[in-house]
């Protein structure tokens, strides 16, 4: 009995090590990333617009940016509704909170559009996007960094280096056309759009060019911009649906009204994972996922079943093993009623 006891010990030794290696790897990659990247001396504030679905995520996203922006942090913001949940999480993680109320009412914003022809059908998605431009109107910051609340970073960012040349996360998504339509209807016929698409996760804004932008807008349609923004998707053969990021990174990088002189950027191509929420507290530590900037971990991924499921059958399985070395022990001790005498 005592051979097998052994065995499993062993066993059970060898599975913590194939499953905690990869753990025990991140920190001392982490160590190697941080002494090598690139850092600015730019600040910027950082801004998560959000809503309560995704208070959970939060908490990991903002150690994530403390840990890995390479810009100095000079304040953390969260925008979302005035609420004791959401007071007392800024609160927690030493955050400023901001009514969103106080930047656009959303009632009077869900009243304008219930008449209107939406690409999406919650009024929301559309509010949380004006939401995030209109901060850059009441900000002090030059620049702001907006951050889902999904988001977590696995490496080291520098937003903006220290000759003011921001970073654009890229990608090629193939619903850009109708964003591309949207920003072209706003900013003229005759706005160029490049191959790529700005949508992104997060994404860097200039205060000077938010309001460029905003007033760019509002002074051609003769109403606040986000009225011109969802007008721009009530034709017939519009095809066109509202993107902040892809509004905002054509504006500042292709539109001359945008900078009185031609401004310099960096472009980096998106690449991340999108993860189920279940794996937050691993991801951190697992030193093969720090080759991504950074992973997701959507609303509409929470509690996958299936994922759920392993995980518990595994932690059954973990406690199990651990168990029956234990009762073996005691089942065959000295004093034991089954030991033979």
Same mark, same amino acid.
């Given at each position: 009995?005592?051979?097998?006891?052994?065995?499993?010990?062993?066993?059970?030794?060898?599975?913590?090590?194939?499953?905690?290696?990869?753990?025990?790897?991140?920190?001392?990659?982490?160590?190697?990333?941080?002494?090598? %990247?690139?850092?600015?001396?730019?600040?910027?504030?950082?801004?998560?617009?959000?809503?309560?679905?995704?208070?959970?995520?939060?908490?990991?996203?903002?150690?994530?940016?403390?840990?890995?922006?390479?810009?100095?942090?000079?304040?953390?913001?969260?925008?979302?509704?005035?609420?004791?949940?959401?007071?007392?999480? %800024?609160?927690?993680?030493?955050?400023?909170?901001? @009514?969103?109320?106080?930047?656009?009412? +959303?009632?009077?914003?869900?009243?304008?559009?219930?008449?209107? *022809?939406?690409?999406? @059908?919650?009024?929301?998605?559309? &509010?949380? $996007?004006?939401?995030? +431009?209109?901060?850059?109107?009441?900000?002090?910051?030059? &620049?702001?960094?907006?951050? @889902?609340?999904?988001?977590?970073?696995?490496?080291?960012?520098?937003?903006?280096?220290?000759?003011?040349?921001?970073?654009?996360?890229?990608?090629?998504?193939?619903?850009?056309? $109708?964003?591309?339509?949207?920003?072209?209807? +706003?900013?003229?016929?005759?706005?160029?759009?490049?191959?790529?698409?700005?949508?992104?996760?997060?994404?860097?804004?200039?205060?000077? *060019?938010?309001?460029? /932008?905003?007033?760019?807008?509002?002074?051609?349609?003769?109403?606040?911009?986000?009225? %011109?923004?969802?007008?721009?998707?009530?034709?017939?053969?519009?095809?066109?649906?509202?993107?902040?990021?892809?509004?905002?990174?054509?504006?500042?990088?292709?539109?001359?009204?945008?900078?009185?002189?031609?401004?310099?950027?960096?472009?980096?191509?998106?690449?991340?994972? $999108?993860? @189920?929420?279940?794996?937050?507290?691993?991801?951190?530590?697992?030193?093969?996922?720090?080759?991504?900037?950074?992973?997701?971990?959507?609303? &509409?991924?929470?509690?996958?079943?299936?994922?759920?499921?392993?995980?518990?059958?595994?932690?059954?399985?973990?406690?199990?093993? /651990?168990?029956?070395?234990?009762?073996?022990?005691?089942?065959?001790?000295?004093?034991?009623?089954?030991?033979?005498?």
């Amino acid at each position: 009995m005592k051979k097998i006891i052994k065995i499993a010990i062993i066993f059970f030794i060898i599975m913590l090590f194939y499953a905690g290696w990869p753990l025990l790897l991140g920190p001392f990659v982490d160590f190697a990333r941080d002494k090598t %990247a690139k850092k600015s001396s730019v600040p910027i504030e950082v801004v998560f617009v959000t809503a309560e679905k995704d208070f959970e995520t939060l908490p990991y996203s903002v150690a994530s940016l403390r840990k890995h922006i390479k810009n100095p942090v000079s304040k953390i913001v969260l925008v979302s509704k005035k609420t004791d949940k959401a007071l007392k999480l %800024a609160s927690s993680l030493g955050m400023q909170h901001v @009514d969103e109320n106080s930047l656009l009412r +959303l009632e009077s914003f869900k009243k304008y559009v219930s008449d209107k *022809v939406l690409h999406h @059908d919650r009024p929301t998605w559309y &509010y949380q $996007q004006f939401l995030k +431009l209109l901060y850059g109107k009441v900000t002090t910051s030059p &620049y702001f960094l907006i951050v @889902d609340a999904d988001v977590v970073f696995m490496k080291p960012v520098m937003m903006i280096s220290d000759y003011k040349i921001p970073t654009f996360f890229i990608g090629f998504d193939a619903g850009r056309v $109708q964003y591309q339509n949207s920003a072209r209807h +706003l900013l003229g016929k005759d706005q160029f759009v490049p191959e790529f698409s700005f949508i992104c996760n997060f994404m860097l804004f200039e205060t000077s *060019v938010v309001k460029s /932008l905003i007033n760019h807008i509002e002074s051609k349609f003769k109403m606040p911009f986000y009225k %011109a923004a969802i007008n721009a998707e009530q034709a017939k053969n519009a095809n066109a649906r509202f993107s902040e990021y892809e509004l905002y990174g054509i504006y500042a990088n292709f539109n001359k009204s945008s900078h009185k002189s031609p401004k310099l950027a960096s472009y980096l191509l998106k690449s991340h994972l $999108q993860h @189920d929420r279940i794996r937050m507290l691993y991801d951190q530590y697992d030193y093969r996922l720090k080759f991504f900037p950074y992973i997701t971990y959507d609303h &509409y991924m929470k509690g996958n079943k299936s994922s759920y499921e392993k995980t518990k059958r595994l932690i059954k399985w973990v406690g199990a093993l /651990l168990r029956w070395p234990i009762k073996s022990i005691k089942e065959w001790s000295p004093n034991s009623e089954n030991t033979v005498k």
